[in-house]
């Protein structure tokens, strides 16, 4: 589990095809205290460490995660959200993040706002209804509050901070991002489903 609160940026330093795709990504985490095994989200994507370096880690990703995430346009230099999982005792600042990657939004439009930017994104239909104004959703890992829903098109604003401490202040339009609803708002419909 995590909370959506990103604690690094790292950086995709390799990529290679071994049946599965594996990744090297170079952090500032400290690589001593990370094992083997070790669960690390990714842009969202909850990802086994399989081996370490000094400033290091790599994961193996399936075809079936990068199929139904934006992994697929990951390149080396790419920066990338990271958060180590959440331990018993920790400060639960975001909101429960499975690291489970739902489907995969599109950036349609992008304006400044103060010092701050609106991003309007669209959500696939299947997923629109689990997106609620004021709720709350993970984009590329990142924990944030829904501010409109039109549709399937929904706004974030993201303030200096958050585009300096992430990559969001790398976004543009037409770009993937992974898309988790909140685990309420998915238990909530299955309940109204039921009755």
């Not at 599965?20 to 989200?41: E, F, V």
């Not at 991003?119 to 997923?127: C, I, Y």
Request: aromatic residues 6%; negative net charge; proline residues 2%.
């Amino acid at each position: 589990m995590f909370t959506g609160i990103i604690t690094d940026v790292g950086t995709i330093a390799e990529l290679e095809q071994q049946g599965d795709l594996r990744a090297r990504i170079r952090t500032a985490y400290d690589t001593a205290s990370i094992d083997l095994g070790a669960s690390i989200a990714s842009d969202g994507v909850c990802l086994t460490v399989i081996a370490l370096g000094d400033d290091w880690y790599d994961v193996q990703i399936s075809a079936e995660t990068v199929s139904k995430t934006n992994l697929d346009s990951w390149a080396v230099g790419k920066r990338v959200n990271l958060e180590r999982a959440l331990k018993v005792g920790d400060e639960l600042g975001g909101h429960i993040v499975s690291g489970h990657v739902d489907g995969v939004a599109e950036v349609v439009e992008m304006k400044d706002e103060g010092d701050s930017t609106r991003v309007t994104l669209r959500a696939p239909q299947a997923l629109a209804r689990f997106i609620a104004p004021k709720g709350s959703v993970a984009l590329n890992g990142t924990s944030l509050t829904v501010n409109d829903v039109d549709g399937c098109d929904f706004g974030i604003n993201f303030i200096p901070h958050t585009k300096e401490v992430t990559t969001w202040g790398d976004v543009k339009l037409g770009d993937r991002i992974n898309l988790e609803i909140d685990t309420l708002a998915r238990y909530v419909a299955r309940l109204q489903e039921a009755g």
